[in-house]
C-alpha cells in the first residue's frame, strides 16, 4: 500500500511529542539524586501510578499487534490480551509486597536483598538488560511501521526518532517523567481507543461481496485451457508452475497481470477469487506485475478488510451493541487473507496474498492462527505449544524488570497494591477494547496485507483523519513511553547493579546519576540499531520471546526467594543463569526462528515446538532447589 | 522472613489463595482451549460463545479479585515491628 502522509497527523504527532518531551525538561530540574532518578523520590500517587503501569504495559504490542493479530486471525490475538493481563494477578497477589519490603530501586536488588552476593547481582543484572533489550526490538520496530505510513519517511527513521527522543527523555529526567510520559500516555490510549469503538460500533458493518473480482464456478477441468474468461492465461513457468492453485490472466490495458486464487466451488467446479502478488526484484518492487505506484502503467495493493455476507443477505448492519456487534459477526462471512511464497528462477521471490472466506464463528474461537491451530487436532505436541505460550504470558508479567521497577515509586505496599489495582481495571477495559478493534479492523476494508501491525491505526482512518492522526501520535507515544521504562530499567541494571554492585565501583551520588545516563545512551543506541535490523519481524512474537525469557530467568528464582527459606545465592545464580540461557538458547534454536530470521529451512530446527516456556520455567525452578540444596551453608540455619 | 507482622502475613496468604483461585480458572480456560476446543464454539449467553465470555470473565474477574484483595487486605502499621508483632489496629480496608 502507498500511504499518504497526513499533515494533520503529523501536526498532532508533533504536538504530542513536544509536550511530552517538555513536560519532561519541566520535571526534570527536580531528579538530581539516585534516588530520585531511579524511583522518584517514592512520591508518585498511587492512581497516577496505577495509570502509568497501563501505559507503561500497553506497548507497540499491545495495541499494534494485538489488534494486528486479531485483525489477520480474529479470536488468537485476543489469547495474547488474556495472558498478558493474567499474569498481573500473578504480579500483585503473589510478588508485589514482597519486593517492596525487599529493594530499593531495582529487580536485582530484591534478589540480592538477603544475600549481599556479587554472583546475584550479576546474574540478575545481565538477566535485565537481556530481557529488556529483547522487549526494546519490537518497540522499536514497531515505531518504524508506524512512521512510514504516518509521515512518509523510511522504517529507520521512525526508529531514530523514537531512539533519540526518549534518550532525551531518560538523560534529563529519569523516572519522574517516564512515569508522567506513561500516565499521559496511558489515559489517552484508553480513551480514544474507547471513542473508536464507540464509532465503531455505531458504523456497524457493511458487506462488500464485490470487493474483489470472481471468476466462476466454473467446471475445474476449464481450469487447464489456454483462456478463462475470455482472457489469456499467463503460461505458468519461473516458478509459478509450482502452485498450480494460482493462475494469471492478462489485463486488457496490459499493466501486469491479474492473478486468481483457484478455490472448490462445489461439484467438480472452482471458483477463481482474486489475489494479490507483490515481487520484491532488484529493480524494486512489482505488485501484480506492474511496478508499485500511483501512475497509469503502476499498480498498489488494495486494501483488504471485508464481509462477504452479512447475515439475512442485508447490506448493512447498522449501529450495533457491544453484544450485537459478536453475534451478527459471529452469522456473517468474512473474507480473511493466508499468503503464500512463489520462489522464481532468478532468486527472486513473490508473496501472494490469496483470500480465504472464513465464517464468522470461526474467527469468535482459538484456532484460526497457524500457530495455535494445532489445538483443534489431535497431536498433544501442537497443544504444547499453545500451553507453553500461556504459561510464558501468565508468569512473565510479573518477571519484566521494566514493570517490577514501578513498585518502588509509590509510598508504601497499600499504596503499591492500589496502583496495581487501578493498572489492572485500566489494562483489563483496554484488552476488552482491543478485541472489538481487532474485529472492527478485519472488517473495515482499510487494512494493509503488507503490515497487520497497522490495524488499528487504519480502522480509525477510515472513519476519520482526525482520529487515525491522533490514534497514531497516541500509538507513537506509546512506544516512547515503553521504550522509557526499558531503557530506564537497563541503565539501572548497568549503573546500579553491574558497575556499583559487581565491579565494587563506589561513587558518589551525581557520578552515579551520571553513568546512568551514559548508559542510557550506550543501550538506546544499540535498540536503535536492533529496531532497525529486526524490522521485518512481527512485533507481537517478539514480546513473546521476551516474555518466556524473563519467566525463565527471572521468576523462579524471585518466587523461591520469596516463598522457599532455604534458598541459597548460589541456586539463584544458577536459576537465573539457566532459566535465561536455555530459554534464549531454545528460542534460538526453533524453526520460527530459522525461517524468520536467518532464512534457514525451518525443518532443521533443534527445538520441538517454538514457545520454551513450558520447559524453560520447570527447569529454572528445578535448578534452584537442586543447587540451593547443595549449597546449604554447614550449620543449621534457625530462621524463625 | 522473620520480620513480618501478623497483618502482613495474612494479606500474604489471602494474596496466596486469590492466586490459586484465579490460576483455577486460567488453567481451565487453557485446558478446555487446547484439549476440548469445540466446547469454546458453544454459545452460552445472550448468543455468545463460551471463548468470549470466558475471557472476558477472566478479564472482569481479575479485576473483581483485585477489588476484593484491596478491600480485605487490613492496613500495615506504620512502624513494622521487626518482630513480628502486630501493632495496629485498623481493621477496615485500606481501599479508600
Given at each position: 500500500m502507498i500511504y499518504d502522509p497526513s499533515w494533520i497527523a503529523v501536526f498532532v504527532f508533533f504536538a504530542f511529542v513536544g509536550a511530552t518531551v517538555g513536560l519532561s525538561f519541566f520535571l526534570g530540574r527536580k531528579a538530581k539524586s539516585s534516588a530520585g532518578y531511579f524511583a522518584?523520590?517514592?512520591?508518585?500517587p498511587w492512581a497516577v501510578n496505577g495509570i502509568a503501569f497501563a501505559g507503561d504495559y500497553l506497548s507497540a504490542a499491545s495495541f499494534l499487534g494485538i489488534c494486528g493479530m486479531i485483525a489477520s486471525y480474529g479470536y488468537d490475538g485476543f489469547l495474547y490480551s488474556i495472558g498478558f493481563l493474567a499474569g498481573w494477578i500473578v504480579a500483585l497477589f503473589v510478588i508485589a509486597e514482597p519486593m517492596k519490603r525487599l529493594g530499593r530501586f531495582t529487580f536485582a536488588d530484591a534478589l540480592d536483598a538477603k544475600f549481599d552476593s556479587r554472583g546475584i547481582k550479576a546474574a540478575a543484572g545481565i538477566s535485565t538488560l537481556v530481557v529488556s533489550v529483547f522487549y526494546l526490538i519490537p518497540q522499536m520496530v514497531g515505531a518504524g511501521s508506524l512512521i512510514q505510513p504516518l509521515l512518509g519517511f523510511p522504517h529507520w527513521v521512525g526508529v531514530v526518532l523514537v531512539g533519540i527522543v526518549v534518550i532525551t527523555i531518560v538523560v534529563t529526567a529519569g523516572m519522574v517523567s517516564t512515569t508522567w510520559v506513561q500516565f499521559l500516555k496511558g489515559s489517552l490510549l484508553v480513551i480514544f481507543s474507547a471513542i473508536l469503538v464507540v464509532l465503531l460500533l455505531g458504523r456497524g458493518f457493511t458487506a462488500n461481496p464485490d470487493a474483489f473480482e470472481s471468476i466462476g464456478p466454473i467446471a475445474e477441468a476449464d481450469v487447464a485451457q489456454s483462456e478463462i474468461d475470455g482472457r489469456a492465461v499467463l503460461p505458468n513457468d519461473n516458478g509459478w508452475h509450482q502452485h498450480d492453485d494460482l493462475i494469471r490472466l492478462s489485463r486488457g490495458d496490459g499493466v501486469g497481470y491479474d492473478i486468481f486464487h483457484v478455490q472448490p466451488g462445489g461439484e467438480g467446479q472452482v471458483v477463481l477469487r482474486q489475489a494479490q502478488a507483490i515481487t520484491k526484484t532488484e529493480d524494486g518492487v512489482l505488485i501484480d506485475g506492474a511496478p508499485l505506484g500511483r501512475g497509469k502503467s503502476e499498480k498498489e495493493l488494495k486494501p483488504v478488510g471485508t464481509i462477504a455476507k452479512l447475515p439475512n443477505g442485508e447490506s448493512d448492519s447498522g449501529p450495533l451493541g457491544p453484544i450485537s456487534f459478536f453475534n451478527t459477526l459471529g452469522d456473517s462471512e468474512v473474507v480473511l487473507w493466508r499468503s503464500k511464497t512463489v520462489e522464481h528462477e532468478d532468486e527472486t521471490k513473490s508473496t501472494v496474498y490469496f483470500q480465504k472466506l472464513t465464517s464468522g464463528n470461526e474467527v469468535l474461537r482459538p484456532g484460526e492462527h497457524p500457530k495455535f491451530a494445532d489445538i483443534r487436532g489431535e497431536a498433544f505436541i501442537g497443544k504444547l505449544n499453545f500451553l507453553s505460550l500461556m504459561l510464558a504470558l501468565f508468569c512473565g508479567t510479573a518477571s519484566l524488570p521494566h514493570i517490577l521497577i514501578r513498585y518502588y515509586t509509590v509510598k508504601d505496599g497499600a499504596a503499591a497494591r492500589k496502583s496495581t489495582i487501578v493498572g489492572i481495571a485500566s489494562i483489563g477495559f483496554f484488552y476488552v477494547l482491543t478485541l472489538y478493534l481487532g474485529l472492527g479492523a478485519m472488517t473495515s476494508g482499510s487494512m494493509d496485507l503488507t503490515d497487520s501491525n497497522m490495524a488499528a491505526p487504519l480502522l480509525a482512518r477510515s472513519i476519520s483523519t482526525w482520529l487515525f492522526a491522533i490514534i497514531s501520535a497516541i500509538a507513537f507515544t506509546t512506544v516512547l513511553g515503553t521504550v522509557s521504562g526499558l531503557i530506564l530499567a537497563s541503565s539501572g541494571a548497568v549503573a546500579h547493579d553491574l558497575l556499583v554492585g559487581v565491579m565494587g565501583v563506589d561513587l558518589p551520588e551525581n557520578k552515579k546519576v551520571r553513568i546512568a545516563k551514559i548508559a542510557a545512551v550506550v543501550v538506546g543506541a544499540i535498540a536503535i540499531v536492533l529496531g532497525i535490523l529486526f524490522k521485518e519481524m512481527n512485533v507481537g512474537y517478539l514480546v513473546g520471546w521476551a516474555f518466556s525469557v524473563a519467566a525463565s530467568a527471572n521468576l523462579p528464582a524471585l518466587v523461591m526467594l520469596l516463598f522457599w527459606k532455604a534458598t541459597t545465592k548460589e541456586g539463584i545464580v544458577a536459576s537465573v543463569l539457566v532459566g535465561m540461557v536455555s530459554s534464549l538458547g531454545w528460542i534460538l534454536l526453533s524453526s520460527d526462528t530459522y525461517k524468520s530470521v536467518y532464512g534457514w529451512d525451518p525443518e532443521l530446527a533443534y527445538a520441538p515446538f517454538s514457545q520454551p516456556g513450558i520447559v524453560t520455567i520447570p527447569l529454572a525452578f528445578a535448578t534452584l532447589v537442586v543447587v540451593s540444596l547443595m549449597t546449604q551453608p554447614r550449620q543449621q540455619t534457625e530462621t524463625a | 522472613m522473620s520480620s513480618l507482622s501478623d497483618t502482613q502475613r495474612s494479606n500474604a496468604r489471602l494474596g496466596l489463595w486469590l492466586f490459586a483461585f484465579y490460576l483455577v480458572l486460567y488453567l481451565g480456560f487453557v485446558l478446555l482451549s487446547a484439549f476440548a476446543a469445540q466446547v469454546m464454539e458453544r454459545p452460552v449467553v445472550a448468543g455468545l460463545n463460551l471463548a468470549i465470555v470466558y475471557g472476558f470473565g477472566l478479564i472482569i474477574g481479575a479485576l473483581l479479585l483485585a477489588l476484593i484483595y484491596g478491600m480485605l487486605c487490613k492496613g500495615e502499621p506504620i512502624d513494622e515491628p521487626s518482630n513480628g508483632r502486630s501493632g495496629s489496629d485498623e481493621s477496615q480496608g485500606d481501599l479508600a
Open positions: 522518584a523520590h517514592g512520591q508518585i | -
